[in-house]
């Protein structure tokens, strides 16, 4: 019904850019909250960043003034820019989307993974 795919990602040398997307697609009736994720080998997944309907947005501290994400509703999109990339920033990056989803006259609130989008630094 609902499918959420990311893109964007690949490898990068440090102190470079890159511009994650992840769109959502299906029987979507709203968006609520909307964040990027990532996982690094060994380690547990973890929160980078995220922005609600109203855009407002909060980062965790070893990305704030580095990465940022935004929203644009009208492609059911959500971005992550990320600048002066280092090699810890290498990860797998995902996207979760918490979409309140339209089967009929039913509207069901739902969390949704992308299957996320490998990002190397190195050089």
């Known amino acids: 019904q609902v499918q959420v795919v990311e893109s964007g990602g690949g490898l990068v040398q440090p102190g470079g850019s890159l511009r994650l997307s992840c769109v959502a697609s299906g029987s979507i009736f709203s968006f609520a909250t909307m964040g990027w994720y990532r996982q690094a080998p060994e380690r547990q997944r973890e929160l980078l960043a995220a922005i609600t309907p109203i855009d407002s947005t909060e980062y965790t501290d070893s990305v704030k003034g580095r990465f940022t994400i935004s929203r644009d509703n009208a492609k059911n999109t959500v971005y992550l820019q990320m600048n002066s990339l280092k090699p810890e920033d290498t990860a797998v990056y995902y996207c979760?989307?918490?979409?309140?989803?339209?089967?009929?006259?039913?509207?069901?609130?739902?969390?949704?993974w992308g299957q996320g989008t490998q990002v190397t630094v190195s050089s």
């Open positions: 979760n989307a918490k979409i309140t989803v339209a089967t009929g006259a039913r509207f069901d609130d739902r969390e949704f």
